[in-house]
């Protein structure tokens, strides 16, 4: 099993930043991919950047030059640093983590963006 916990949430105005952490705990040899994904009311949970243990990484359209995802392999966490946030960011953010083809998921962390 593979423990999530998610940090970094909160409430923000449109323009600024948030850096969410996520820390992975239990079996943590053999995750490769760890990754972000949102989901905001109504809609369905779509990813939000994604990296591998080697440092692929991969964004959504809607975020790409603004937010950048990080791995501290040693520590076991993942990052995702939000700039330039708008209103349309405003979701709850859950952190992934696929080990051994099995996809691990924290509680979530609310992010809100005010206009």
């Known amino acids: 099993q593979v423990q999530l916990v998610e940090s970094g949430g909160g409430l923000v105005q449109a323009g600024g930043s948030l850096r969410l952490s996520c820390a992975a705990s239990?079996?943590?040899?053999?995750?490769?991919?760890m990754g972000w994904y949102c989901q905001a009311p109504g809609k369905e949970r779509e990813l939000v950047a994604r990296i591998t243990t080697s440092g692929t990484t991969n964004y959504a359209d809607s975020v790409k030059g603004r937010f950048t995802i990080s791995r501290d392999n040693a520590k076991n966490t993942v990052y995702l640093q939000m700039n330039s946030l708008s209103p349309e960011d405003t979701a709850v953010y859950y952190c992934a983590a696929r080990r051994l083809l099995i996809d691990y998921w924290g509680q979530g962390t609310q992010v809100t963006v005010s206009s």
């Open positions: 239990g079996s943590t040899v053999g995750i490769n991919a």
